[in-house]
């Protein structure tokens, strides 16, 4: 198999996208996920989902003082992370 890690690392990015999009990601993950991202269309797409979702958001956040749903993001992320968002130790 020629590429080990590779998979790991789709796995890995499309769980944290929410993050990276958020800026919660430390600088090396996010130099990880960037990495990644650049070479992975499924990914960089994924960023871009995201990013428009968040934008969408702060939209409404600044439309006549509406608070968009913190709950919208706790469901992008459990979608993407299986439900463990805190297993990104390494
Ligand atoms: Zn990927």
Known sequence: MGMPGRVDDH????????????GEL???ARRR???HARECVDCGRGIRAM???VHAVQGLDGIAGVRAPA???DRV???G????????NT
């Open 51 to 53: 990013r428009a979702l």
């Open 71 to 73: 709950t919208i993001f």
């Open 81 to 88: 992370a299986g439900g463990s968002p805190s297993s990104q």
């Open 26 to 28: 430390r600088p090396r």
């Open 33 to 35: 996920l960037d990495r």
């Open 77 to 79: 992320r459990l979608a």
């Open 11 to 22: 796995q890995w990015s499309q769980q944290h996208l929410s993050h990276y999009v958020e």
